[in-house]
């Protein structure tokens, strides 16, 4: 039911940066948990990274290390700085908002939107 916007996809090529953007409402920037998804035909949505209302991250492993997420509550966006991007990052990404089951697994709430298309060029 919480709308959020994604934004900032696009063609890049191998090696390249870019950044996503994922607008939603101020209010509930200020105290909910977010995360960025990501799929690919034929494949289910896969966790990117997530991050809690006052900052704490968590990144799949396939992205640590060239991938950041961060939130301004303020302005309600949330963003995704990729970086040293490969063919295999190629996806639609998607924001929402999430709960933390433990384990590491992580309860996406919201309804999906439309995504931001990223492709990777090689």
């Known amino acids: 039911q919480v709308q959020l916007v994604e934004s900032g996809g696009g063609l890049v090529q191998a090696g390249g940066s870019l950044r996503l953007s994922c607008a939603g409402h101020?209010?509930?920037?200020?105290?909910?948990?977010m995360a960025w998804y990501r799929q690919i035909p034929g494949k289910q949505r896969e966790l990117v990274a997530t991050?809690?209302?006052?900052?704490?991250?968590t990144y799949a492993d396939s992205v640590k290390g060239r991938f950041t997420i961060s939130r301004d509550n303020a302005k309600g966006t949330m963003y995704l700085e990729m970086s040293r991007l490969e063919s295999e990052d190629t996806a639609v990404y998607y924001c929402?908002?999430?709960?933390?089951?433990?384990?590491?697994?992580?309860?996406?709430?919201?309804?999906w939107g439309r995504g931001t298309q990223v492709t990777v060029s090689s």
């Open positions: 991050i809690a209302s006052a900052g704490t991250t």
């Open positions: 929402n908002t999430v709960r933390n089951l433990g384990d590491g697994r992580w309860l996406p709430l919201g309804s």
């Open positions: 101020i209010s509930f920037f200020r105290v909910v948990t």
